[in-house]
Nanobody, 121 residues
Framework: QVQLVESGGGLVQAGGSLRLSCAAS????????MGWFRQAPGKEREFVAR????????YYADSVKGRFTISRDNNKNTVYLQMNSLKPEDTAVYYC??????????????WGQGTQVTVSS
């Protein structure tokens, strides 16, 4: 079982930056692929980014490519999402997720509780 706790959300003006963190419990963090998703009010949850267990491979949604960077520190059991050039449409609850079964880029086994990001115009 893995527990995930996100932090770092908040209110920021358009064009600003935030860094989200997701701390994971358990000894097997380094073997999981990790992802970030987001859900805006009235919309379905959508994929944002993914990073492989060894940080070699990353994927991004087209909407965030070039602005967001996913990274991880396996020594700290933490995955990060650096968000730059934020736009009002980035406003959402952001969730981190852990993939222990490797069934695909968009399928994850464990989820955090989410952290709110609000971008004002």
């Amino acid at each position: 079982q893995v527990q995930l706790v996100e932090s770092g959300g908040g209110l920021v003006q358009a064009g600003g930056s935030l860094r989200l963190s997701c701390a994971a419990s358990g000894r097997t963090f380094s073997s999981y692929a990790m992802g970030w998703f987001r859900q805006a009010p009235g919309k379905e949850r959508e994929f944002v980014a993914r990073i492989s267990s060894g940080s070699v491979i990353t994927y991004y949604a087209d909407s965030v490519k070039g602005r967001f960077t996913i990274s991880r520190d396996n020594n700290k059991n933490t995955v990060y999402l650096q968000m730059n050039s934020l736009k009002p449409e980035d406003t959402a609850v952001y969730y981190c997720a852990a993939d222990s079964s490797f069934r695909g880029r968009y399928t994850y086994d464990y989820w955090g509780q989410g952290t709110q990001v609000t971008v004002s115009s």
